[in-house]
């Protein structure tokens, strides 16, 4: 059983996705754990399997292409994926809440946003109708919209108040896991420190846990606790924001340190990681990052490294730790 | 809402001028002299002469279209040249019958289509859904006078269960000419209402509501059908003109006194009022469907409201 | 300690034509097309319908059997002497279905193609020019299409007459609001493309540059609705005929078939059935045919 301490509790999830002739293993034997309070940051190129992983842990896998093929998602205690319907359509919403990656789309565009925040309210708190839209008008003043804009449609609004909105969706039952699925992703560069900064707010004063989905490590720096670096379905470094950021260990990780402009030394060049994500239907052998890894050996592209405890907080999953702990990409670039 | 409504009905006034201009132009290319037919035997230089000044028929051809579009506002289609009686008592003894089938058919293709669509939709890959997939494209294939006589054959002639025609019978006389005429479009909003459904399906506001722990049917009711809707409404919409255009099938195969066989009829006795005033009424009754369907529309899907607001997209 | 990336060589130019060179877009668009049974099933049954058509003197002599009242043969019900039995005029139905459809595809085809002639000039001119052009041409495709085609057709031919050509013109003028509309919106799709503009920059005229550059990048879409307008188009000819104003007896039409056999199919419904089953295949392949060029041509729209 899961340690009721951990409000999230992912172990070993793999996740197929079929198509006609080829099977993808989106997920590949993940583990998250995120205790009460604390924001974990996912962390991956597009395509690592980060949503996927998230929708998890609703239980909202798109059928029938995606398929969980092992593992358990406890969320406080329960597993959400051996949960009957009903039980499960308490907690979504309630128990953990979502705010997706693109408000564009995300909004059902011939509902009032009154309408589509105080759905979840009247699903779970049984409030009436009346109340459940007060609750509503609430909601939409406290993520900064003027409460008389309830009755409008989400076509009024600008991509950052559509973000605002699927916001306070998300938060009008005060869900004990918000997951954000790189909230700020589809949004103009002005807006998404405004966004970023109301969800860490909403955050401390509801006093949350969240999974902060991202490609985006300035946003790590800002608001995760602790960080999972995922490539090609596998976490391959997971530990503190300190381990991650001053103590890199894994080569990607580094990799993606590097990728990131200087803005001191503006005249450094950039380092970016060689090569492109592999094909998800066909994995390289062995470490799926090993054609891109600066530092692979031979027994890279054979076997899949075993995963190695660095310390209490830190994780890796890579072959150049096998004998030792020592740091061997040289330091860090801090 | 209403100032959209009463713009729309003004934009309609054009339309129907220049749909009577255009009915009207080409019944008046008709070759041949309508007063050697109606007098028959009885023709003479003189007796046509005296008939074609008593049917204004002398007149220019643009004298003769103001005066039929003044005798249209005030209900008048002139006289038949067969029975020399108004045209308008023939035309509204009969339309009823095919406003009846007509709208029993988009019942019927509604009723029956929309429901499967949305099953369908729901399960995609299952032995329903491709059933219906099957169904849908016969149906579409189906040339609806051909259905008519086979639903005969089988219904009134092989099991008797049903009238052949006329529409004497009640509702019971009316289940088959709907039917028939209602299959293609049946089959067609079936085949939209899936597509759009399985569209719907798939957006990311479907699973903004089913994170917020919507159950599946109200996901499916509240979220998907409605915006699912819009695709359906317009088939639906398109396809009356083509109903009434396939009214005259179905009256030909049942044998249902309506608007339909009687163009057909006046055709044939090249009675020109006649024909004249079917079309008419035919097209106006298309031009007011397109009416309805853009208000549905409208009401549906707010942002099509705020166009006509006037206001901001 | 990265180990060198193998570096692949090709050692004849052949190798490596076969290597990179990509099969041509038709060959890739009939490859698609072919793994879309549906469309193969309506292609197949379409040329069987054609190849009837065209061998219809060679199966039986129109004179002859086709039109030739035979009172002493009356009747005859299905696979015996005859495939499909006699009418009651003794006439081989067979003979008259296969003869019907020479008719059916001549007329359908020659109908869209002159909806084609005329929709499409409207349409490309609407679509290319925009603006007023486009304004008063779709208002007034607009007006037509308030009376559905079935209507329109009736009505031009009860003006002029009924003969195989105004059957023509009729249904050809009937479909040329939808076929305007057609082609404007695939006209309007690919206007403002970059080669337009080139073809713009080195001279050449609007007339050519619709023709060369503009229609020719729209043809996907407007073949898939010709395919299924030709449908359409022989479902109308067939209903004309069936109400009385189409192809007249003794001419072997599918519509008039139904017609004539009408009186007495309770006694012998193959009267009803064959020229009926001939009109529905036909308009099935078109239409299987039509869809599956479309989720061919635009793989995307594929549910």
Request: aromatic content about 8%.
């Amino acid at each position: 059983m899961s340690d009721s301490l951990n409000i999230l509790d992912i172990k070993n999830l793999t996740i197929e996705y079929s198509s006609d002739d080829d099977v993808v293993k989106a997920v590949n034997n993940v583990n998250i754990v995120i205790s009460k309070g604390k924001t974990l940051g996912l962390v991956g190129e597009t395509g690592a399997g980060k949503t996927t992983t998230a929708l998890s842990i609703l239980n909202l896998v798109p059928e029938p292409q995606g398929k969980i093929i092992s593992g358990e998602v406890f969320l406080a205690g329960e597993d959400v994926l051996s949960m009957k319907e009903k039980r499960l359509l308490e907690v979504r919403g309630d128990k953990v809440a979502m705010i997706f990656q693109d408000p564009m789309t995300s909004l059902n565009p011939i509902k009032t946003v009154g309408e589509q925040i105080a759905e979840g309210i009247r699903i779970h708190s049984k409030l009436n109708k009346k109340d459940a839209a007060v609750k509503a008008r609430e909601m939409l003043e406290l993520v900064g919209i003027p409460g008389d804009r309830i009755l409008e449609y989400p076509h009024q609004f600008s991509g950052g108040m559509k973000q605002r909105v699927v916001i306070a969706i998300a938060l009008a039952c005060k869900p004990d896991l918000l997951i954000a699925d790189e909230p700020t992703t589809a949004l103009d560069v002005t807006i998404q420190a405004q966004v970023l900064k109301l969800i860490n707010e909403l955050k401390q004063s509801y006093d949350m846990s969240m999974l902060m989905i991202t490609h985006d490590l300035g946003i790590v720096a800002e608001v995760c606790d602790e960080v999972s670096i995922m490539y090609a379905g596998r976490i391959i470094e997971h530990g503190s924001l300190e381990d991650i950021f001053d103590n890199k260990m894994h080569p990607y990780t580094k990799g993606l340190f590097d990728s990131l402009p200087n803005i001191e030394d503006r005249r450094s060049e950039l380092k970016p990681i060689k090569g492109l994500m592999p094909d998800p239907t066909n994995l390289p052998s062995g470490c799926a990052f090993h054609p891109r890894c600066d530092y692979a050996r031979p027994e890279c592209s054979v076997e899949q490294p075993k995963g190695k405890k660095i310390s209490d907080s830190h994780y890796i999953e890579c072959h150049l730790y096998n004998e030792t702990t020592e740091n061997k990409l040289g330091g860090t670039n801090e | 809402m209403i100032r959209y409504i009463l713009k729309r009905l003004l934009a309609m006034i054009p339309v129907i001028l220049a749909l009577t201009f255009v009915v009207f132009t080409i019944m008046y290319l008709t070759p041949g002299d309508p007063t050697a037919r109606i007098l028959g035997n009885e023709y003479t230089a003189e007796a046509s002469a005296i008939l074609k000044t008593e049917l204004g028929i002398d007149r220019p051809f643009i004298v003769q279209y103001f005066s039929y579009l003044g005798g249209l506002l005030q209900g008048d289609f002139g006289r038949s040249y067969i029975t020399m009686a108004p045209v308008s008592d023939e035309l509204f003894a009969r339309f009823p019958n095919t406003f009846t089938i007509v709208i029993w058919a988009m019942v019927f293709c509604v009723g029956v289509g929309l429901p499967i669509g949305v099953l369908s939709a729901t399960k995609p890959n299952s032995v329903f859904s491709n059933i219906t997939m099957v169904i849908s494209l016969l149906g579409v294939s189906l040339p609806i006078f051909w259905l008519g006589l086979l639903l005969i054959l089988l219904f009134s002639v092989n099991l008797g269960w049903l009238p052949a025609g006329s529409m004497n019978h009640g509702f019971r006389s009316i289940i088959l000419p709907a039917i028939t005429l209602g299959a293609n479009y049946m089959a067609n909003v079936m085949r939209t209402t899936r597509s759009s459904m399985l569209e719907a399906i798939r957006q990311d506001y479907i699973r903004t509501a089913r994170a917020k722990g919507v159950d599946k049917g109200s996901v499916i009711r509240k979220h998907a059908l409605p915006n699912a809707l819009m695709p359906t409404i317009t088939v639906v919409g398109m396809n009356i003109g083509a109903l009434l255009g396939g009214a005259v099938l179905t009256e030909t195969v049942f044998s249902i006194p309506g608007t339909g066989r009687l163009l057909v009829d006046s055709i044939g006795s090249r009675d020109t009022p006649m024909v004249l005033g079917c079309l008419v009424i035919m097209a106006v009754c298309v031009a007011i469907s397109n009416l309805i369907v853009d208000l549905i529309y409208a009401y549906i899907d707010p942002r099509i409201k705020a166009e006509y607001a006037g206001g901001e997209a | 300690m990265a180990e060198t990336p193998e570096v692949k060589t090709y050692s004849t130019k052949k190798d490596f034509m076969k290597k990179f060179k990509k099969k041509s877009r038709f060959m890739e668009l009939w490859y698609r097309f072919l793994k879309n049974k549906p469309a193969v099933i309506g292609l197949i049954l379409f040329i069987t319908i054609v190849l009837l058509a065209i061998c219809a003197p060679l199966i039986a002599d129109y004179n002859e059997v086709a039109i030739k009242i035979d009172m002493g043969n009356r009747f005859n019900p299905p696979f015996t002497d005859n495939l499909l039995g006699t009418d009651e005029f003794g006439r081989d139905i067979f003979a008259r279905i296969v003869h019907g459809a020479r008719i059916s595809l001549t007329i359908g085809i020659s109908a869209i193609t002159v909806s084609f002639l005329l929709g499409g000039a409207l349409g490309s001119i609407a679509g290319f020019f925009g603006g007023r052009f486009d304004g008063w041409i779709m208002r007034a495709m607009d007006v037509f299409l308030c009376l559905p085609d079935m209507l329109l057709a009736i009505a031009i031919v009860a003006a002029f007459g009924v003969s195989t050509l105004n059957i023509t013109l009729a249904i050809g003028l009937a479909f040329t609001p939808r076929m305007s509309r057609v082609v404007r919106a695939a006209v309007m799709s690919v206007r403002g493309n970059e080669y337009v503009e080139a073809a713009r920059c080195i001279g050449a005229r609007n007339g050519r540059i619709i023709t060369r550059h503009v229609l020719i990048n729209c043809v996907g879409p407007i073949i898939v609705q010709i395919t299924l307008y030709v449908a359409n188009a022989i479902l109308t000819i067939s209903a004309l005929s069936f109400i009385g104003l189409g192809i007249e007896i003794p001419t072997p039409e599918w519509g008039n078939m139904l017609a004539e056999g009408r009186a007495a199919m309770r006694q012998y419904p193959h009267l009803v059935i064959a020229p009926g089953l001939a009109i529905f295949f036909t308009i099935l392949s078109l239409n299987l045919l039509g869809d599956g060029l479309r989720d061919t041509l635009d793989p995307r729209l594929k549910q």
